[in-house]
């Protein structure tokens, strides 16, 4: 009896065997389940096509790469049999877990492509954690689409409960502890749970607790301020080795209809939150907050696609950096002080977004990386301008902020070296911008920009004075120039000639110079500001009084009249290296 003989005899006997019987023909991917097997799992009964696509999809999404690995065996006739454990989907959304076993049959024509197999299901759908007693997870999504099923709109909440520092306790005090911690968590919580709420373990060191009879996120604070107070009146039972917290999400809902992955996409947002922003407490869903967040993920998404298309949409401003030594005290001289510079900016123009500065962008390059691949299309960029100019101003310096995730996470040195070699430009007329920050670490900066400076290049600190303020950066990093913080300056400008924040920026100035740096002040709006400020020395001035940051062919007609000419861009500007190689994928 060949194939086809074989298949059309099993679908006509298939409600004749055991109901969860099924046989497969591997040839043309049709399976045959019983008329029950089939209304179980919300497949067509009989013989059907696309067979392993349509089992594929149901299988938990976790278990696929199993399944599909063996699958793979078998019909490559590597594996003649097989008994597999997965999860399931079925029909009503449940989750089963199953054990399928499985084995060719052979045939006349000894093509051995059926294979017959029988799922075995474990205890239904409630099965529990063999840690805590209860119940998983996955019948807390059970549990939800059968009621909103018998209901069709539900009011409630879920509430997601997690220990704090987890992998610390597993490491420190070993998992036994880990684990002693976990159950004393389930107890405390059942404990606190009132009518109608039920808990549900989850997949790591977190619980659920789900309640679909009208309570508030005012019953869900209480519960979670119940439970802190059950552990700690529980810290004895591990004899105190270990003082853990816990964190909590929660998101209410009234008369809702909302799919249970909706809301825990919102539930796992708060409760993220609350582990970056301090743990040890509850926070609940906030619609505005996570706006911003789909906001910020879909402006990263846009960012990545517009670096890949060439860096389609970035532009590079500049804004002119004056020599304040030919600005006498009086300061009706200032018109007259030459630009000795310029600071290259970052904007980016979007069809959807507009038109947006480094403020607006660089966080989320910088949180996703992206701030590599496009750091060295903004080295590249400056240094080709700062060359064309030079033709015409050869003492003119271009100042190029590099940011601290450069600096952690790319090949800085050799980024540079790149784009001085393949724009020509004097290195001398370069110069790095490195903002102060405690995301650096000193000891590793300062060999780097030793190896910086052995190119050439010099080395600013920028925005200095806006918080972390390393005394080791001044000592250590042998800088050229001391940029001080717009903040910092306005302050000084706005009070008093005996003001405090003057007296600091006095101070600064003086132990700059100590230290053979040079001072530039930025954010210089007024003749005013320049008369506080020009007895205190500095070198160099930076503000909207001197000229916004503009493109390269306005800066170049109002600072210099210089014709409007473009740096050429040729084939190897991308340093000759495949981009999406450095490319964060989404």
């Known amino acids: 009896m060949g194939n086809e003989a074989l298949t059309d005899a099993f679908s006509a006997m298939r409600n004749c065997f055991d109901e969860n019987v099924y046989f497969y023909n591997l040839e043309d991917d049709t399976c045959i389940f019983s008329d029950k097997l089939a209304d179980l799992l919300g497949l067509p009964s009989g013989v059907f096509g696309n067979a392993y696509n349509s089992i594929f999809n149901l299988i938990y999404e976790s278990d696929r790469n199993l399944y599909a690995s063996v699958m793979s065996l078998v019909k490559s006739k590597k594996r003649s049999r097989f008994m597999l454990e997965y999860r399931i989907t079925a029909k009503d959304g449940s989750i089963i877990r199953v054990n399928d076993k499985a084995n060719i049959i052979k045939t006349e024509s000894n093509v051995d492509r059926i294979l017959a197999g029988r799922l075995i299901f474990e205890n239904g759908t409630a099965y529990k954690d063999k840690l805590t007693g209860l119940e998983v997870f996955d019948r807390c999504v059970h549990d939800y689409n059968s009621f909103l099923r018998r209901k069709t709109e539900v009011s409630g909440f879920l509430m997601k409960i997690g220990i704090d520092n987890m992998n610390a306790i597993n490491e420190r005090m070993g998992k036994s502890v880990g684990d002693k911690v976990i159950q004393i968590v389930a107890k405390c919580a059942q404990k606190a749970l009132p009518k109608e709420t039920f808990l549900y373990r989850g997949y790591e060191d977190d619980f659920m607790i789900m309640n679909l009879s009208g309570g508030t996120a005012i019953d869900g604070g209480k519960i979670y301020s119940t439970i802190k107070r059950f552990i700690s009146e529980s810290e004895h039972e591990i004899d105190y080795k270990v003082i853990f917290t816990v964190s909590a999400g929660i998101v209410a809902f009234v008369s809702s209809a909302t799919p249970f992955n909706d809301l825990q996409q919102r539930i796992n947002f708060a409760f993220q939150y609350i582990k970056d922003h301090g743990k040890n407490s509850i926070k609940a869903f906030d619609s505005k907050e996570y706006k911003k967040h789909l906001d910020k993920f879909d402006l990263q998404e846009q960012l990545r696609l517009a670096i ?230 500095p070198n160099k001035f930076q503000g909207f009084l001197f000229g916004s940051p503009m493109d390269a062919d306005t800066f170049a007609k109002k600072k210099f009249n210089l014709p409007n000419e473009r740096p050429a861009v040729d084939a190897d500007q991308f340093f000759d290296e495949n981009l999406s190689r450095h490319l964060p994928q989404s």
């Not at 590599?372 to 902020?401: D, E």
């Not at 009070?495 to 132990?511: E, F, P, T, Y």
């Open 308 to 537: 890949k298309k060439d860096y389609e949409g970035f532009k590079m401003y500049y804004q002119p950096l004056i020599d304040a030594t030919k600005i006498s005290e009086n300061a009706d001289d200032f018109a007259k002080a030459p630009v000795i510079g310029a600071e290259a900016l970052l904007r980016w123009e979007h069809p959807r977004f507009g038109f947006l500065g480094a403020g607006e962008i660089i966080p989320t390059l910088e949180e996703f990386n992206l701030i590599v691949p496009l750091g060295r299309w903004i080295l590249l960029t400056a240094c080709r301008q700062c060359k064309l100019w030079n033709k015409y101003l050869p003492h003119f310096h271009m100042s190029i902020n590099l940011s601290y995730v450069q600096i952690e996470k790319s090949d800085l040195v050799f980024d540079v070296r790149n784009a001085l070699e393949k724009s020509g430009v004097n290195p001398e007329n370069i110069v790095l911008e490195i903002t102060e920050s405690g995301s650096i670490d000193t000891d590793k900066i300062i060999p780097l920009l030793k190896q910086l400076r052995e190119l050439g290049v010099g080395i600013d600190i920028d925005d200095f004075g806006t918080g972390y303020s390393n005394m080791r950066y001044l000592q250590e990093m042998n800088a050229d120039t001391l940029k001080l913080d717009y903040t910092m300056i306005q302050k000084a400008v706005t009070g008093d000639v005996n003001s405090k924040d003057k007296v600091v920026v006095d101070h600064i100035a003086r132990l700059a110079k100590d230290l053979n740096m040079k001072i530039c002040m930025e954010g210089i709006e007024s003749k005013e500001d320049v008369k506080k400020l020009i007895g205190l020395g």
